[in-house]
Nanobody, 124 residues
């Protein structure tokens, strides 16, 4: 069974850090570009970050630039999203998604596999 599983979510105070992991089973992530998306209550899903298949290209939502870092470890079949200096507006369910392509896309419709999501709550 092909699936993605996110982990590492939780509740943190403003200014804190979390690291999300996206692990694949049933397939190898090194054939895919990987994106992170998030959806807050009552809001549309938005693309947060993406890393190309080879890892040489990354992109970020403007509001997270300088605070979030995406990386991949193909040996572990895992992609990470390091989130620092978290803000309350980062509160959302975070999803990772895999796209059968070398290239990133900002459109969720262009991704082939999705995880079930991890809740991130930033609150004092």
């Amino acid at each position: 069974q092909l699936q993605l599983v996110e982990s590492g979510g939780g509740e943190v105070q403003p200014g804190g850090s979390l690291r999300l992991s996206c692990a694949a089973s049933g397939f190898t992530l090194d054939n895919y570009a990987i994106g992170w998306f998030r959806q807050a209550p009552g809001k549309a899903r938005e693309g947060v970050s993406c890393i190309s298949r080879g890892g040489g290209y990354t992109t970020y939502l403007d509001s997270v630039k300088g605070r979030f870092t995406i990386s991949r470890d193909n040996a572990k079949n895992t992609v990470y999203l390091q989130m620092d200096r978290l803000k309350p507006e980062d509160t959302a369910v975070y999803y990772c998604a895999a796209r059968w392509s070398p290239f990133c896309s900002g459109s969720g419709g262009n991704y082939d596999y999705w995880g079930r999501g991890a809740q991130v709550t930033v609150s004092s």
